[in-house]
């Protein structure tokens, strides 16, 4: 079984610069979140992809938009990057429905640097 | 907001169970209990999750008090591996329902 991967480990932008992030989703997971953690804080949610449809959002501005394809895979992009941006971006999988099976796996991350 | 309450740092000697408190008074009767831990800017990993009653795995043990008020987190033999941020969530089962993080419990395993 495929854990949860994401690319890149690590990156460095400038302000006002676009950026996107993927994740690959745990075998057999259909569902992909994605949140932002900030130093020293836990992650916040950004928003949730079920089946390449946005299924919730957290408190995050429209120029962080995301995709998920068909094979459940996910991008998340991030317009006009400010410097409060840095952060480290974690996706999870998950498969909701079954009960037993609803639990969100992590991803390692990638860090962000806005400079 | 996180629902939870948690100390934000506990120490822990090489060996011996570590035993990490949560309170979530406010916790709905659909609402699971999860909880993670994130070692030095890693993703979070799962640990275990549960409703009402007492759950073991190969990493821990997760006692619910009958109120489901209070909960602690059991690693019964702790190493320095096992140095990490530990949190505590509330969570409804299915869907949508995101994961709402709060600070955490740094926990430091000692020699």
């Known amino acids: 079984e495929t854990g949860v991967t994401q690319s890149p480990t690590h990156l460095i932008k400038t302000r006002g610069q676009q950026v996107t992030l993927r994740c690959s989703s745990q075998?057999?997971?259909?569902?992909v979140s994605w949140y932002q953690q900030a130093l020293g804080q836990g992650p916040q949610f950004i928003f949730q992809?079920?089946?390449?449809?946005?299924?919730g959002r957290g408190n995050f501005p429209p120029r962080f938009s995301g995709l998920q394809f068909p094979n459940y895979s996910s991008e998340l992009n991030v317009n006009a990057l400010e410097l409060d941006d840095s952060a480290l971006y974690l996706c999870a999988s998950s498969f909701p429905g079954l009960a037993l099976t609803d639990t969100q796996y992590f991803g390692p991350g990638t860090r962000l640097t806005v400079l | 907001d996180a629902k939870t309450t948690q100390p934000p740092s506990m120490d822990c000697a090489e060996g011996r169970a570590a035993n990490l408190p949560c309170n979530h008074s406010t916790i709905s009767g659909n609402e699971y209990v999860y909880w993670y831990r994130q070692i030095h800017s890693q993703g979070p990993q799962y640990i275990i999750h549960?409703?009402?009653n007492n759950e073991t795995n190969e990493m821990a043990s997760l006692i619910i008090t009958e109120d489901r008020k209070s909960s602690t987190l059991i690693l019964p033999h702790a190493t320095l591996r096992d140095t990490a941020v530990y949190y505590c969530?509330?969570?409804?089962?299915?869907?949508?329902?995101?994961?709402?993080f709060g600070k955490g419990t740094k926990l430091t395993v000692n020699p």
């Open positions: 549960g409703l009402k």
């Open positions: 969530i509330v969570r409804a089962q299915g869907g949508s329902e995101k994961l709402v």
């Open positions: 075998s057999g997971h259909n569902t």
């Open positions: 992809y079920y089946r390449e449809e946005e299924n």
